[in-house]
Nanobody
Framework: QVKVVESGGGLVQVGGSLKLACTPSGLTFDSFAMGWFRQVEGKVREAVACIDWTGHKKYYDDSVKDRFTIFRDKANDSMYLEMNHLKPEDTAIYYC???????????????????WGQGTQVTVSS
């Protein structure tokens, strides 16, 4: 089955940390830009962080800069989001996205997602 699989979500207290993982099944992340998005019920899905196909260039939304780190493990064809100093407003469903082939990390409106994961819930309690 061809899909993108997220894992690592859960319940954490304010100030805590979580590490999300994204792995492919039946497809590859190699040479594709990748990203993490999140969505709260009733709101638009928003970009959190994206990484280019080389793994060297990254984009972060202002709300998560200096707290979250996106990185990829090319050897294992996986991608991760390390989340530190979590806040209640980080509570959302987090989605992994496979972006453009040889794409940039900008996560912008023209950054076309060709595969979405099913999402993993992150809940930060105060």
């Amino acid at each position: 089955q061809v899909k993108v699989v997220e894992s690592g979500g859960g319940l954490v207290q304010v100030g805590g940390s979580l590490k999300l993982a994204c792995t492919p099944s039946g497809l590859t992340f190699d040479s594709f830009a990748m990203g993490w998005f999140r969505q709260v019920e009733g709101k638009v899905r928003e970009a959190v962080a994206c990484i280019d196909w080389t793994g060297h260039k990254k984009y972060y939304d202002d709300s998560v800069k200096d707290r979250f780190t996106i990185f990829r493990d090319k050897a294992n064809d996986s991608m991760y989001l390390e989340m530190n100093h979590l806040k209640p407003e980080d509570t959302a469903i987090y989605y992994c996205a496979r972006g453009p082939y040889f794409g940039p990390p900008d996560c912008g409106a023209s950054w076309e997602v060709n595969r979405w994961g099913q999402g993993t819930q992150v809940t930060v309690s105060s």
